[in-house]
């Protein structure tokens, strides 16, 4: 099972970014996933979710409707697209896939002003 991520970057306040997870071994639909971040000196925290098929999708609570996490079966990958990014936003991103669980390498979103 791999979890690859890609689309980490630079961001300003305000602007817009879009991760993604490309899944291979493990059928994103079919399990729940997710994207947690950690930033410097802070806790790694849970970003969104999708449950075990696609019934339900939860984020944190600093998300506010910013984050939107999806899946797209034809290439079976996830997304978090991000909008109306803040100061606190920057971190490293992982894509989380469960059961069992497996990790993705992680996109770093670095702010620059």
């Known amino acids: 099972v791999q979890l690859v991520e890609s689309g980490g970057g630079l961001v300003q306040a305000g602007g817009s970014l879009r991760l993604s997870c490309a899944a291979s071994g493990i059928t994103c639909s079919d399990a729940a996933v997710a994207w947690y971040r950690r930033a410097p000196g802070k806790q790694r925290e849970l970003v969104a979710i999708?449950?075990?098929?696609?019934?339900?999708?939860n984020y944190g609570d600093f998300v506010k409707d910013r984050f939107t996490i999806a899946i797209d079966d034809t290439n079976n990958t996830m997304y978090l697209q991000m909008t109306n990014l803040k100061a606190e936003d920057p971190a490293v991103y992982y894509c989380y896939a469960y059961p069992p669980v497996y990790w993705g390498q992680g996109a770093q979103v670095t702010e620059y002003s």
């Open positions: 999708i449950s075990i098929g696609i019934i339900s999708t």
